[in-house]
């Protein structure tokens, strides 16, 4: 079992910059990557960007240059800068932690709002 806290979501204009974290407890030691997923009202969920244990990274390409993925694997967070926010990127963010190719688990999620 895996549990995961988000944190950082929050209202910013277009143009800002916001820091989302997660933090994972339990069987962290598990995790073999985590990544940011976010869900707008009315579209599917949509991965922003994923990161290995072993540091490799992938981003959606519409937060590519924008958005960067980080982890501290001594403190089991990861977390996703983002800059030069854009009205568009407001949705419910959510942290994923993968322990397999059938095992992962889902934060509660976080709002990020961004305003024009």
């Known amino acids: 079992q895996v549990r995961l806290v988000e944190s950082g979501g929050g209202l910013v204009q277009a143009g800002g910059s916001l820091r989302l974290s997660c933090a994972a407890s339990g069987s962290a030691f598990s995790i073999r990557a985590m990544g940011w997923y976010r869900q707008a009202p009315g579209k599917q969920r949509e991965l922003v960007a994923a990161?290995?244990?072993?540091?490799?990274?992938n981003y959606a390409d519409s937060v590519k240059g924008r958005f960067t993925i980080s982890r501290d694997n001594g403190k089991n967070t990861v977390y996703l800068q983002m800059n030069s926010l854009k009205p568009e990127d407001t949705a419910v963010y959510y942290c994923?932690?993968?322990?397999?190719?059938?095992?992962?688990?889902w934060g509660q999620g976080t709002q990020v709002t961004v305003s024009s």
């Open positions: 990161i290995t244990v072993g540091g490799s990274t």
């Open positions: 994923n932690a993968q322990l397999s190719i059938v095992d992962s688990y």
